[in-house]
């Protein structure tokens, strides 16, 4: 036995001498966000194809935007119980099953009614991405790398809008609306199988070498356990009702509800606000998201797992980005005022970059914060209070914009949540660490 733990010490000390398949996992989680979000900018970038098609207005378009997300928060709650209960692999695969058809639905409906069908069955198949994979990640590494793991697909959430909004812009421009929903689809549905092919938990992956598995269970918490074996935990009544629990839940609501407003009406503030051309404001709206990309990925992942490496406390580390990225968050109050595309453009990546940064910290916490068999409920908690949000922010900045011409008002109201969103993240979460509670 002695003999065996000196041969694990020199694998745990250096993680480069290990196999690497739990990167994998990181990417392919990662691939999924990518899509997922290539369906939700879609229609971000179709504003004027919809007016002249169904004749809409800009608070019909607030509540079409918001869609998606009525049943994708109606979901999380259930679906984080379904996530402990089934596991990631069998929940994942119908989900991307089902929002691969959503976006065919939308790409061939005759009617606004049908595209609000669609928009809620995309929602419904979206709905376990973000807490399967936090469940996934709690699952396939260790603490110290859970940051950089989280970030691999929190930020393609972000490149998604680099890349999605001018491509998806590009297709809908030269050969119509109905075409660049296709095209989601069909990528859609290319992940569909790469997750079916690739996605297995640690204790059913025989590609895993023992030495790898050894160091994902080195945190303390063994997480070889079958997907069918049933979950025991607090209810969700129970969870919601816990400090940590709440205040990560709040602060993560006001992270969202910045992140929709940007992601649904970004495109359409430059074109019409700022006066810029269509495609000029498909091209724009890549600055602030590439600046977020970055921050996301090497702030709140690369940074974050080197400084807990290096011996900074954990909790300390994760907890100034968490708070200093909602603190950058509040830019958004000068692009209430911004008078030039440049100036606006400078608040925006400012305050993007900064929620972005502490998107993966505020994703890595409940595999922190809960034990093994409450992750997937409070994800899903988690998750829940942010698609409120994003159901709130898109149809509040749709009834500003009709009834006051102007978006300053939405900047600021969305300046104002980030304010309460930082006094959860500081007096209700408090330290990051597990409690009996939780």
Known sequence: ????????????????????????????????VLVNFLDRVNLSVSHDALVASFGITNVVYGYLLSAYSLTYAALQLPIGVLLDRFGVRRIGRIGAFLWSMA????ASTPTLGGLFGARFLLGVGEAPTFPSNAKAIGRWFPPHERGFATACNDAAAKFSSVIGVPLLGMVLLWFGWRWSFALTGIISLAYFF?????????????????????????????HDKSEAKPAHGYSLLHLIAQP?????????????????????????YLATALHIDLMHSFVYTAVPWSIGTVTDFFIGGLLADYLIRRGFGASAVRRVILVGGIGFGLGIYGAAYASTPALALFWISVSLGGLAASAPIAWSLPSLIASPENVGKVGGIINFFGQVSAIAAPIVTGYVVQFRHSYSWAFLAAAIYLVIGIVAYVFLLGRIERTAHT
């Open 1 to 32: 036995m002695m003999g065996e733990s000196k041969l694990n010490q020199p694998l745990l000390s250096h993680p480069h001498n290990l196999p690497r398949r739990r990167w994998r996992i990181a990417w392919l989680l990662g691939a999924g």
């Open 103 to 106: 976006s065919f639905a939308a």
């Open 194 to 222: 790469a997750f079916w092919r690739v996605y297995r938990e640690p204790a059913e992956d025989p590609g895993l070498s023992e030495a790898e598995r050894v160091y994902i269970e080195a945190s303390g918490e063994s």
């Open 244 to 268: 940590k629990v709440l205040g990560l839940a709040i602060g993560f609501g006001a992270y969202n509800y910045v992140f929709y407003l940007l992601l649904t009406w970004l495109p359409t």
